[in-house]
């Protein structure tokens, strides 16, 4: 049971381009909703993380969109460029002590095409 | 700070034995986890490590340990080794805040299994 959805499972943008990755989920007790970016060969790294109790966190070209009624959150990614062609993980967690574990996406291909 | 440094990065096992990774965590952290990741499954938690006692644990089956010095470098081991085990094996520390929520992700240590 996939607890946090994802999707498109590929994305190709033009350089300049806006890139938008999408994912939902049905656990209302997560309040923890993280993106990461993994490029081949290196584990994930942290790109910007939202509570619920905002609905839109900015950092440089990276912007969460976070929709508490319809369970869904998206990252934007503007003026996407080449250097951007990784996979993306969106995730989630739940706030109960010793409960720190993060339910992953599927994650998404980005490729920016010069 | 140093990051997650995880040894060895490249591991060739055959069928039935065991292995066993290494991960330290950024200096002052207290938290570890363990994640699998594969391109069926994607990521998946393992278990988590804080002071040296497991408090979450993933849906794997019991050939997966792991355990916590007190100096919060983990291992994790997997015994009786099965080509499905083939994977990605990544280590996250959290910081010494137990409700710390940010993980950071070591490089990984891939696995095959032949």
């Known amino acids: 049971q996939q607890q946090v959805k994802q999707s498109p499972q590929s994305l190709i943008v033009q350089k300049g381009g806006i890139s938008i990755i999408n994912c939902a989920y049905e656990?209302?007790?997560?309040?923890?909703f993280p993106w990461y970016q993994q490029f081949p060969g290196k584990g994930p790294a942290l790109l910007i993380a939202?509570?619920?109790?905002?609905s839109e966190k900015k950092e440089g070209r990276f912007t969460i969109s976070f929709n508490k009624s319809a369970k869904q959150f998206s990252l934007h990614i503007m003026d996407s460029q080449p250097g951007d062609s990784a996979t993306y993980f969106c995730?989630?967690?739940?706030?109960?002590?010793?409960?720190?574990?993060?339910?992953f996406g599927t994650g998404t291909r980005l490729t920016v095409i010069p | 700070k140093a990051g997650v440094t995880q040894t060895p990065r490249y591991l060739i096992k055959t069928r039935g034995q065991q292995v066993t990774l290494s991960c330290s965590p950024i200096?002052?952290?207290?938290?570890v986890s363990w994640y699998q990741q594969t391109p069926g499954q994607g990521l998946q938690f393992l278990f988590e490590?804080?002071?040296?006692?497991?408090?979450n644990k993933g849906n794997f089956p019991g050939r997966f340990s792991g355990r916590q010095f007190s100096n919060s470098r983990s291992e994790m081991n997997v015994s009786t080794l099965e080509l499905g085990d083939s994977a990605l094996y990544l280590c996250?520390?959290?910081?010494?805040?137990?409700?710390?929520?940010?993980?950071?992700f070591g490089p990984g240590t891939r696995l095959t299994v032949l």
């Open positions: 200096s002052g952290h207290r938290s």
């Open positions: 996250a520390s959290s910081g010494g805040d137990p409700l710390s929520r940010t993980q950071y």
């Open positions: 656990n209302t007790a997560f309040d923890y």
């Open positions: 490590y804080f002071s040296e006692t497991q408090r």
């Open positions: 995730a989630a967690s739940i706030p109960v002590p010793g409960a720190n574990n993060l339910f």
């Open positions: 939202i509570r619920p109790d905002v």
